[in-house]
């Protein structure tokens, strides 16, 4: 079972994402980090580059691989996804650019970019921590319901759901490219520990949906019940339709190694 967290708000729930990051690059200076773009893991990179600067942690070894990216945005779009990454993550965190990976969006390789993702993948991985959003529609990356659950990184098409949920980064939702490459879910789950992150009631369903709904590729998300160590991190309104709250709250408020995810 997913480890649930509820924090009073998405900055608390950044700091300990940031705590465990941070942690793990200590451990080992060579660590692949899995990197979400979006909104819900800004407050971890916010807190991770705090962080990283004030105890003086050095992360020149340190990879990232993106989940997705638009298929058709030019990389140089602010909104395409290598823009956000390198806004967002690599020059906040210092991080040394050739080692941040992100899918290749350009239409005339979207055939091949998944394989070229995987191979890059395999070289350097396996990812230590895997950030992660999901959708309202209960997607992984940009694993739309209906997706394989043990599929890879490949070309997909976005719904229009995820296309008017991110028309708030463009400027309409025509705007919004309908073609993506994202990694797979089996791509995912081969990471060792996955943070899932949900803020805000938009989220509720598709958090009681994946963490406590039945298995299915109608709710891409619902794969972290396959994975061994997975912590979701959630606000009070992202938490609210999960049957098992008093329990989670009670196992976190118990926790032999309180505060460590
Ligand atoms: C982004 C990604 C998506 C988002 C999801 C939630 O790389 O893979 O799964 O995490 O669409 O987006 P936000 O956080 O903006 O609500």
Redesign the pocket.
Known sequence: MAEVVVVPDPDTGGQLAARTVLDTVRRNPDAVLGL?????PLPVYRALARLIAEEGVDVGRVSGFA??EYVGLPPAHPES?RSVITREVTVPLGLSPDRVHVPDGDPARADTAGEAYERALAAAGPVDVQL????TDG????NEPGSSLTSRTRLKTLTEQ?RRDNARFFGSVEEVPVHCVTQGIGTILRARHLILLAFGAAKADAVAAAVEGPLTASVPASAIQLHAHTTVIVDEPAASRLTHLDYYRHAWANKPAPQHI
Do not use: E, P, Q, R
């Open positions: 979400a773009t979006g909104s819900s989940l997705d996804y992660l959003g999901v959708g997607h992984i990356g940009f995820t």
